[in-house]
Structure formats: structure tokens, C-alpha cells
């Protein structure tokens, strides 16, 4: 069995780093202790070992696809349909009265992580339907509950979220699937969805579309949204009925193609029902509840890919012989055999490249899920901050490890040469795997403007203000830390730099000039992202620095790395930002004809 993720780094980062043991004192989770958590994610992995893994390049080999009007998916789907709520990958994080075993939602995003390393074309299945069910005990009526929850969590029918329209793309306002009032209580609906993740296959039963539709005097744009919830087939009296929901294309991808990805068309016959869920013209506010679910979901596949494609350029990188090392004066002994390529110091670069974004990206995911598990325990002015901590995180959790998730495999694929670009080495796949994560969920440009645009000066920037306070708090615990200090005062100025680029884009707002102000919002992004991940290693390097094995050294070596060969790129990505011409505004000059 090949390593495609370190379960050593995964429990360290959980019950050493973020101290994990803490929550469950919490009465919420008062029913589990760290003994059963481990035991937990020991059997996701050995599911994962036995099941997943195997068939990770048999379902690219063999990807989903349309076959006379039906979805044909590869059959270890229907394995992971079988066992994924026994396992808590689906529903685990809900209370006890709607089903769900109360975990904490850190270990929730920590057993999908390892199920996303080991097959990343799987979990979509059951992570749509574990988000889908969360949307419907948050605002479904007890009467939808009572019939769709228990057959979600027993994962017989699938939940998607159905937001995109042809003409629309991520532009949410100009969605025009229309629901009209029925006398019964529910609404006819007619339109038609794209790219609708895992929306049909022949193992689940019937599936449930969330779905963002018009009602008549909702007003334009997204005010005037609301949402359904829009079964393929309608319960009806005691049988399940065809609801006029026609799956009419699956699109073939670069990637992820044992993942199906639909076309739905609802009311061709005119026969189409859904039914309300929350309040009326109030459903792109509930659907974030999803989508934010969504894109933590996102930013975790992005560095679950990152980490498998580390390990399987590592193994190449010890296996295969190629050159000698350079001796004094640059001279080769080639009387010598030649060194595996680990040895050479760009290999190496590349490696450590890899490792450090991967495991980076680990610990954002994993610090966003305390946060919720925070809020979920806390109350009062409490609450509120560590939901506004997630709310700000949220978009560098989707993208980061999205985007630099992508340069990581890339470098890995570069380390296997003109191998990792052949079919035979599964470089190739996590490239292609890894490239939907920086579109899905909303594209790195919607989060960049979601980032600066919005989270950064939300509540007045209390937000921002809270998040630099959990920063201080981490430099304060490394003052006189000797092996991070370095560390801590580079995180120093970067904070200060911060704050000077903001301080050059705000007046850009109040004068009015946001196309200006938003204009390198993605590089802003990447700036920011920076910061946050370099935290994150510094609260790494700080645990590391307790031990002094070569597991810890290695923490503390690649904690370096990250902050000489990525936090230092922030200087170059500050000045760009702060230079006053804006030459990706539209101009009287055309330069793109």
C-alpha cells in the first residue's frame, strides 16, 4: 500500500497542535474522550487502506458518464455509499434528535481529509449529502425532515445543492428557475440546473436537489431568491413517484471523472413540485449555510491532493537513481554510482515546497473547524467572534489550499520529470484532479472579492481585528522561543505590511472607487493567505519546538522553509498592490485585440 497521507502528522496536528482534547469538555461533546476519536479515525483510514485507495485510478480509468439516459458510476461508489455514515462522513456533526453522533466538527473535516488523500474522486458523494442534511435540520420544516432525513443519513438518497444556470454561470442573480404556488403548499417549478455535482448515478435511490429558484414578487437579484427543496422523485403514499426531474447530460472533465457532474432539467412535462425551505425569498442567505460548508469542503480536497501528490513524489524521489551530487570546485566524480535524485538540492526544494503548503493548508482547515466547534459550544459575544473568525477564514481555507494546492502537485509532477507527465505515474491525475478546486464553490476571483471586498472590513473590521489578536497571541507564546523567533518577527512585519496595504486601499472605498480597490483583490488574497498560513506554521514550529525527535526537527525545518521561499514573496505581491497604476481596469486604450 502506497502513503498518500501521514497519520502520525494528522493526530499531531489535532490533539498536540490545536489541543483537540479541550472541546470535549464541552457538554456537547461530552459523550466522546480522545481514545474513541482515535479509534475513530483509525478505521476511516483502514477503510480508506482497503477501499478507496485501490480504485482511485480505476474510476479515472473508468469515469462516470451517461448510458442510455441513465448515470453510470464505477462500483466502489455504491462500497462508500454502504459505509460512510457508520464511518461519520456523513451527518456525524448533527445534535443527537436529528441522527447525527455530535462530533466535533474538527474530526469530522479530519476523517474526510484522509478519505479525500486516499480517493479524492469519492467523498463528493457523501460530502453533498452530509451538507444537504445540515441545510435541512438548520431550516427544513419538521414535516420534510420526518421524510427525507433518515434516508439522506442512511446515504439511500443523495442531497446536491442546484444553484447554476446556463445563462447565469456564478452570477446567482440572474438565476430564473421559477417556482409558482401550488394550492397543497408546495410550487411547480420549471428551469434547469448545471453542474450539478453527483446529481444522479444507479446507487442511490432518489436524490434531493436544494435548489435556488424565483417566486412571484421576490423582486430582482439575489433578494429575491429562494429556496427548494426539490426531490427527483416525490414521496407519495408510501411510493416514490417521478417528480419530472430529467438528468438530460453528464459533462465529461480534465478531472476528477469518476466524480459525476449532471445537467438537470425540471418541469419539461410540467409535472415538477418543490417545497419551501426557510422563509420565502430568503434562500441565498440559507444556502450559504451549504456553500460555506461547501468550500471548506473544497479548500480540504485542495490539500488532501497536495498531501497524496507529496507522498508519491517522495517515493519516486527515493527510488530513482539519476546524477551525482557536486563535489568541491563543481566537479563529478562519476567513479561513483549515481545518487537517488532526493539528494540533489532542487529536488529538494521541490519536496519541501510540497510538504510545506500541504501541511499548511492541513492546519488552516484544521484551525476554521475549531473555530465552528467554538461557536457551536460557546455563547453570547463569544459565539459571535469565533463565527466571525470562520466567516473570515472561510475564502482563504477554499482557495489557498486550491491554488497553492496546484503549484504543489505541479512541483511534484516536476520531480518525476518526463515520468510524472505519463499515464503510468499518478502524478498526472492529481494534476488534473487538483486544477477543478480553484473553480469550484465559487472561483479564486468571486472568494478574492468576497476576502477584501467584504470579510476584511466586515463588522466595521472587528473581524479582522479578531483574527489579528489570535495572531498576537501565537507571537506572544513564541517570545523567547529561540528556534522560532526568526520566525516570529519576519510574522511581525508582515502584519505591519498588512496594514499598510490596507491603509493604501481603503481611501480607494470611501472615495467610492471600488472597481479600483478590488482590482488585485486575488493577489490581495494571496498576500493575506500568506500570512495566515505562515501563523499556522509558526504554531506548528511552536509545537515542534516541545519535542526533539526527527519528527519534530522536520516540523521546525519545513516551519523555516515556508517563511524563506513563500512568506518572503509577500514584499513583491505588497508593491504590485500598492502601485497606482491599475492596468486590468477597462481604458479607452484596448489591449486585448
Given at each position: 500500500?502506497?502513503?498518500?497521507?501521514?497519520?502520525?502528522?494528522?493526530?499531531?496536528?489535532?490533539?498536540?497542535?490545536?489541543?483537540?482534547?479541550?472541546?470535549?469538555?464541552?457538554?456537547?461533546?461530552?459523550?466522546?474522550?480522545?481514545?474513541?476519536?482515535?479509534?475513530?479515525?483509525?478505521?476511516?483510514?483502514?477503510?480508506?487502506?482497503?477501499?478507496?485507495?485501490?480504485?482511485?485510478?480505476?474510476?479515472?480509468?473508468?469515469?462516470?458518464?451517461?448510458?442510455?439516459?441513465?448515470?453510470?458510476?464505477?462500483?466502489?461508489?455504491?462500497?462508500?455509499?454502504?459505509?460512510?455514515?457508520?464511518?461519520?462522513?456523513?451527518?456525524?456533526?448533527?445534535?443527537?434528535?436529528?441522527?447525527?453522533?455530535?462530533?466535533?466538527?474538527t474530526i469530522y473535516q479530519a476523517l474526510?481529509?484522509?478519505?479525500?488523500?486516499?480517493?479524492?474522486?469519492?467523498?463528493?458523494?457523501?460530502?453533498?449529502?452530509?451538507?444537504?442534511?445540515?441545510?435541512?435540520?438548520?431550516?427544513?420544516?419538521?414535516?420534510?425532515?420526518?421524510?427525507?432525513?433518515?434516508?439522506?443519513?442512511?446515504?439511500?438518497?443523495?442531497?446536491?445543492?442546484?444553484?447554476?444556470?446556463?445563462?447565469?454561470?456564478?452570477?446567482?442573480?440572474?438565476?430564473?428557475?421559477?417556482?409558482?404556488?401550488?394550492?397543497?403548499?408546495?410550487?411547480?417549478?420549471?428551469?434547469?440546473?448545471?453542474?450539478?455535482?453527483?446529481?444522479?448515478?444507479?446507487?442511490?435511490?432518489?436524490?434531493?436537489?436544494?435548489?435556488?429558484?424565483?417566486?412571484?414578487?421576490?423582486?430582482?437579484?439575489?433578494?429575491?431568491?429562494?429556496?427548494?427543496?426539490?426531490?427527483?422523485?416525490?414521496?407519495?403514499?408510501?411510493?416514490?413517484?417521478?417528480?419530472?426531474?430529467?438528468?438530460?447530460?453528464?459533462?465529461?472533465?480534465?478531472?476528477?471523472?469518476?466524480?459525476?457532474?449532471?445537467?438537470?432539467?425540471?418541469?419539461?412535462?410540467?409535472?415538477?413540485?418543490?417545497?419551501?425551505?426557510?422563509?420565502?425569498?430568503?434562500?441565498?442567505?440559507?444556502?450559504?449555510?451549504?456553500?460555506?460548508?461547501?468550500?471548506?469542503?473544497?479548500?480540504?480536497?485542495?490539500?488532501?491532493?497536495?498531501?497524496?501528490?507529496?507522498?508519491?513524489?517522495?517515493?519516486?524521489?527515493?527510488?530513482?537513481?539519476?546524477?551525482?551530487?557536486?563535489?568541491?570546485?563543481?566537479?563529478?566524480?562519476?567513479?561513483?554510482?549515481?545518487?537517488?535524485?532526493?539528494?540533489?538540492?532542487?529536488?529538494?526544494?521541490?519536496?519541501?515546497?510540497?510538504?510545506?503548503?500541504?501541511?499548511?493548508?492541513?492546519?488552516?482547515?484544521?484551525?476554521?473547524?475549531?473555530?465552528?466547534?467554538?461557536?457551536?459550544?460557546?455563547?453570547?459575544?463569544?459565539?459571535?467572534?469565533?463565527?466571525?473568525?470562520?466567516?473570515?477564514?472561510?475564502?482563504?481555507v477554499k482557495t489557498y489550499p486550491a491554488?497553492?494546492?496546484?503549484?504543489?502537485?505541479?512541483?511534484?509532477?516536476?520531480?518525476?520529470?518526463?515520468?510524472?507527465?505519463?499515464?503510468?505515474?499518478?502524478?498526472?491525475?492529481?494534476?488534473?484532479?487538483?486544477?477543478?478546486?480553484?473553480?469550484?464553490?465559487?472561483?479564486?476571483?468571486?472568494?478574492?472579492?468576497?476576502?477584501?471586498?467584504?470579510?476584511?472590513?466586515?463588522?466595521?473590521?472587528?473581524?479582522?481585528?479578531?483574527?489579528?489578536?489570535?495572531?498576537?497571541?501565537?507571537?506572544?507564546?513564541?517570545?523567547?522561543?529561540?528556534?522560532?523567533?526568526?520566525?516570529?518577527?519576519?510574522?511581525?512585519?508582515?502584519?505591519?505590511?498588512?496594514?499598510?496595504?490596507?491603509?493604501?486601499?481603503?481611501?480607494?472605498?470611501?472615495?467610492?472607487?471600488?472597481?479600483?480597490?478590488?482590482?488585485?483583490?486575488?493577489?490581495?488574497?494571496?498576500?493575506?493567505?500568506?500570512?495566515?498560513?505562515?501563523?499556522?506554521?509558526?504554531?506548528?514550529?511552536?509545537?515542534?519546538?516541545?519535542?526533539?525527535?526527527?519528527?519534530?526537527?522536520?516540523?521546525?525545518?519545513?516551519?523555516?522553509?515556508?517563511?524563506?521561499?513563500?512568506?518572503?514573496?509577500?514584499?513583491?505581491?505588497?508593491?504590485?498592490?500598492?502601485?497606482?497604476?491599475?492596468?486590468?481596469?477597462?481604458?479607452?486604450?484596448?489591449?486585448?485585440?
Amino acid at each position: 500500500m502506497s502513503t498518500y497521507m501521514n497519520m502520525d502528522t494528522l493526530n499531531w496536528m489535532l490533539f498536540e497542535v490545536f489541543r483537540l482534547g479541550e472541546l470535549l469538555s464541552a457538554s456537547r461533546f461530552q459523550d466522546h474522550d480522545e481514545s474513541t476519536l482515535r479509534l475513530i479515525l483509525d478505521s476511516v483510514k483502514k477503510f480508506a487502506d482497503a477501499e478507496l485507495y485501490p480504485v482511485f485510478r480505476a474510476m479515472d480509468a473508468d469515469p462516470a458518464r451517461m448510458i442510455d439516459g441513465k448515470v453510470i458510476v464505477h462500483p466502489a461508489v455504491a462500497t462508500m455509499l454502504a459505509r460512510a455514515s457508520e464511518l461519520g462522513l456523513v451527518g456525524s456533526t448533527l445534535d443527537y434528535d436529528d441522527g447525527g453522533m455530535q462530533l466535533p466538527v474538527t474530526i469530522y473535516q479530519a476523517l474526510n481529509f484522509i478519505a479525500d488523500a486516499a480517493n479524492n474522486n469519492m467523498t463528493g458523494y457523501t460530502g453533498l449529502t452530509s451538507g444537504a442534511v445540515g441545510l435541512l435540520c438548520s431550516f427544513g420544516s419538521q414535516e420534510l425532515k420526518d421524510i427525507y432525513l433518515a434516508k439522506m443519513l442512511a446515504n439511500e438518497w443523495g442531497g446536491t445543492m442546484a444553484l447554476t444556470e446556463p445563462q447565469a454561470g456564478s452570477s446567482l442573480s440572474d438565476v430564473v428557475t421559477e417556482a409558482i404556488p401550488r394550492e397543497d403548499g408546495s410550487y411547480s417549478i420549471r428551469g434547469q440546473k448545471i453542474w450539478i455535482s453527483g446529481g444522479d448515478h444507479q446507487f442511490a435511490e432518489n436524490f434531493i436537489h436544494f435548489t435556488l429558484v424565483r417566486v412571484p414578487g421576490g423582486g430582482p437579484g439575489t433578494k429575491g431568491i429562494s429556496l427548494m427543496l426539490i426531490p427527483k422523485f416525490r414521496p407519495e403514499n408510501g411510493q416514490l413517484v417521478p417528480n419530472d426531474v430529467t438528468t438530460v447530460g453528464d459533462f465529461q472533465k480534465m478531472g476528477q471523472r469518476g466524480y459525476t457532474t449532471t445537467h438537470l432539467v425540471f418541469g419539461e412535462k410540467d409535472d415538477c413540485r418543490g417545497w419551501l425551505v426557510g422563509t420565502l425569498h430568503r434562500g441565498l442567505e440559507h444556502m450559504f449555510y451549504m456553500m460555506n460548508g461547501a468550500r471548506i469542503h473544497v479548500g480540504r480536497g485542495g490539500a488532501a491532493i497536495a498531501t497524496a501528490a507529496y507522498y508519491a513524489s517522495r517515493q519516486f524521489a527515493l527510488e530513482r537513481p539519476q546524477g551525482r551530487r557536486l563535489q568541491a570546485g563543481g566537479a563529478k566524480d562519476t567513479s561513483e554510482g549515481q545518487t537517488l535524485i532526493i539528494n540533489h538540492p532542487d529536488v529538494r526544494r521541490m519536496l519541501l515546497l510540497q510538504k510545506a503548503i500541504a501541511e499548511g493548508s492541513l492546519a488552516l482547515i484544521l484551525q476554521a473547524s475549531i473555530y465552528a466547534d467554538r461557536e457551536k459550544t460557546s455563547e453570547g459575544e463569544e459565539a459571535a467572534r469565533y463565527h466571525d473568525l470562520l466567516e473570515l477564514l472561510t475564502p482563504m481555507v477554499k482557495t489557498y489550499p486550491a491554488e497553492a494546492g496546484r503549484r504543489a502537485v505541479d512541483q511534484g509532477l516536476q520531480v518525476l520529470g518526463g515520468a510524472g507527465f505519463c499515464d503510468e505515474y499518478v502524478l498526472q491525475q492529481y494534476y488534473r484532479d487538483v486544477r477543478i478546486m480553484a473553480i469550484y464553490e465559487g472561483t479564486t476571483g468571486i472568494q478574492s472579492l468576497d476576502l477584501l471586498g467584504r470579510k476584511v472590513f466586515m463588522n466595521k473590521g472587528a473581524s479582522l481585528k479578531f483574527l489579528l489578536k489570535e495572531i498576537q497571541a501565537t507571537l506572544q507564546a513564541a517570545a523567547g522561543v529561540e528556534v522560532v523567533a526568526d520566525c516570529a518577527r519576519q510574522l511581525g512585519e508582515q502584519l505591519a505590511l498588512n496594514e499598510k496595504v490596507l491603509g493604501y486601499l481603503m481611501p480607494m472605498a470611501a472615495q467610492g472607487e471600488f472597481e479600483k480597490m478590488l482590482s488585485d483583490a486575488t493577489l490581495y488574497m494571496e498576500f493575506f493567505s500568506n500570512i495566515v498560513v505562515a501563523w499556522q506554521w509558526l504554531k506548528l514550529g511552536l509545537a515542534a519546538s516541545q519535542g526533539s525527535s526527527a519528527f519534530h526537527q522536520a516540523k521546525l525545518h519545513t516551519m523555516k522553509f515556508f517563511y524563506q521561499y513563500e512568506l518572503s514573496k509577500n514584499e513583491g505581491l505588497a508593491q504590485t498592490i500598492m502601485n497606482p497604476q491599475r492596468l486590468t481596469i477597462v481604458g479607452e486604450i484596448e489591449v486585448l485585440d
